[in-house]
């Protein structure tokens, strides 16, 4: 009945939510009133609603995007769907956490070497890792390496020493690669040599300088013996020894774009998905804020997990595609609803490829405005994100 309908202040005023936001929220599909007045447009809410209306408020007190609010209200009863919504945030909070103190230790280093310029100097940190464990890594995010000279701090490799792990990056806006290699600290080098619990250790090696280290490790036999720090890189091994000036820029908080919550994943031949993408129909658009075109490509997942390449069609959906193995037909009918998109730059898919070892490697698709995730199975820090294409309406 419509008396027992709340007006939309009521309704502000029982679930701690604003007039505004309960607007706000109407216009964005998530809690649309039961009724709205023809004549003056004002809205009104159906008593079942209240607990709707103070779960949203309380999912947006802990920042829980609009996407999550939508999947949370949305999900069907004892689906579980909500709590991994749930889940996948609390992780994102706990990363960002864990950021925050490392770029606060980073902080006071900084502020005690501005309050104390002529007793504090930049520290040396002396380790070892594998050398064919680097040579992989390297291997794995040198496509990446961004080369537009406006931008100078892309145009290296940022080596992260974090506490036992040596993490490489590379990108160029675009996409990413990131991988992981075990350290140890050198015969003989004193405990002070190695980073404090905490406190991160990196520097941007130039493109030319990680090459000639690529170059030095040969087929990856023995130990590699690096030193980070005080603005230089040197490299030891096998008797060889190379140095070079970082970088002296900061290099873009890497960590934030890497926590992705996969809708679906996807797991493949890396030879059946190069074939796929060689052969499938792109499309060409623009890319990137200069609007340079590209040819895109778009890989499609559906309920069944079969992954197909196609060309995006000029309404926003895909022409006839390419299937991969494992059940994929080339062009076969119409994925259903729950199908996921995601369209990407063909070439920077390819190029991503063969940082990859020969075998399998799993696909991670969140939808058309998230990131694609290329992981190899095994190898939980190496990977490549390639970031979408946005297609046209």
């Known amino acids: 009945m419509e008396s027992d309908l709340r007006s939309i202040g009521e309704l502000a005023r029982d679930s701690g939510l604003s007039v505004s936001a309960l607007r706000f929220y109407d216009g964005a599909d998530v809690l649309a009133p039961a009724r709205v007045d023809p004549r003056t447009g004002y809205r009104w809410y159906a008593p079942g609603q209240l607990a709707d209306a103070r779960l949203l408020a309380r999912l947006r007190r802990v920042g829980l995007p609009l996407a999550g609010i939508r999947a949370v209200l949305g999900a069907a009863a004892g689906s579980g769907a909500a709590h991994q919504v749930l889940d996948a945030h609390l992780r994102r909070l706990e990363g960002g956490l864990a950021d925050a103190r490392r770029e606060l230790s980073l902080i006071r280093r900084l502020i005690d070497q501005r309050e104390n310029p002529m007793t504090t100097t930049p520290a040396e940190h002396r380790f070892t890792v594998p050398a064919r464990a680097l040579a992989e890594a390297l291997d794995a995010v040198r496509f990446a390496v961004g080369g537009d000279p406006g931008l100078p701090v892309l145009s290296g490799v940022l080596f992260d020493l974090d506490g036992g792990l040596l993490r490489l990056v590379a990108t160029d806006r675009y996409r ?199 992981r190899t199975p095994g190898r939980p820090g190496t990977f490549s994100v390639l970031m979408p294409v946005r297609l046209p309406a």
């Open 176 to 374: 990413m690669a990131l991988a992981e290699v075990p350290v140890g600290i050198p015969a003989g080098a004193p405990a002070a040599e190695a980073p404090a619990d905490g406190v991160p250790v990196a520097a941007i090696v130039p493109a030319a300088l990680a090459d000639a280290l690529r170059a030095l490790l040969g087929a990856g036999a023995g130990a590699v013996e690096l030193a980070l720090g005080g603005g230089a890189v040197r490299i030891e091994v096998d008797g060889h020894r190379i140095e070079g000036a970082a970088l002296d820029h900061d290099y873009p908080d890497y960590r934030a774009l890497i926590r992705l919550d996969p809708v679906r994943r996807v797991g493949l031949a890396a030879a059946d998905l190069r074939a796929a993408v060689a052969s499938a129909p792109t499309r060409s658009l623009p890319s990137g804020p200069d609007g340079t075109d590209c040819e895109v490509a778009v890989l499609t997942v559906d309920e069944a997990g079969r992954l197909t390449v196609a060309a995006p069609a000029a309404n926003g959906g895909t022409d006839g595609g390419t299937g991969t193995g494992g059940g994929a037909d080339a062009g076969a009918g119409v994925p259903g609803p729950d199908a996921l998109r995601v369209a990407v730059n063909r070439d920077f898919l390819l190029e991503a490829l063969p940082a990859a070892p020969d075998g399998r490697l799993v696909l991670e698709l969140g939808g058309p405005i998230a990131p694609l995730a290329i």
